[in-house]
């Protein structure tokens, strides 16, 4: 098995209100408890109803439980279900080594919706993580979640990916039995798909 480049071993899911992002870091650290590592998971919340920004913190480590929040420039990878918030989160936790996998599809916030702010481009958000990270990788995820028929496996189609980045000790059968544990047997079959999906679009994913 895989062993972690540090223990602990820092990863942030961040999204907004309504994406999944608690889903994603719940899978993600049973699987991981299915291994014997020992998973701690912070959560902060905006307005998560209306929008707002939602972090996952998970710290995990073969030694011992640690704080449930990552000290600043910390974190080990982000994985954003909303791009610009790969860039507010990678500023404030992490590092020129820090690993950035994000969808881009955007969730635009109230202020942006009344015209009282401007969303950045795409491009824009890619080159301001590429000032601060030399690996990042944006996944049409949202976009092959609908075509696989639901909005919310776009969260999954990012697990997918994150174990196609070859970090942590997980992958295909530990997530298929962790959710063969926690959904209904006819909804296994597409979340296998889903993760299918996300380990393709990061294997051909575009280098920032």
């Known amino acids: 098995m895989k062993e972690l480049a540090r223990d602990p071993y820092n990863i942030i899911i961040t999204g907004v209100g309504g994406q999944g992002n608690v889903m994603a870091s719940r899978l993600l650290g049973n699987m991981l408890s299915r291994g014997g590592y020992r998973i701690t998971i912070g959560e902060t919340f905006g307005v998560s109803q209306r929008g707002g920004s939602v972090m996952s913190h998970m710290r995990i480590s073969k030694k011992s439980a640690w704080s449930p929040q990552i000290p600043k420039g910390r974190a080990d990878v982000i994985v954003a279900l909303e791009p610009i918030e790969a860039v507010r989160v990678m500023a404030a936790y992490g ?4 690993m950035v996998i994000a969808n881009t599809r955007p969730i635009y916030p109230v202020q942006v919706i009344a015209g009282e702010l401007e969303y950045p481009s795409m491009e824009k958000i890619k080159d301001s993580l590429s000032q601060l990270t030399g690996w990042s990788r944006f996944l049409n995820a949202t976009e092959e979640a609908l075509i696989l028929g639901s909005p919310i496996l776009g969260n999954v189609i990012m697990i997918g990916a994150l174990s196609a980045m070859d970090v942590l000790p997980f992958g295909r059968e530990d997530f298929q ?22 380990a393709e679009l990061l294997s051909a994913a575009e280098v920032y």
């Open 177 to 198: 039995a962790v959710i063969a544990e926690n959904l209904s047997a006819d909804k296994v079959d597409i979340n296998m798909k889903a993760f299918d999906r996300g």
């Open 95 to 98: 590092n020129t080594g820090s």
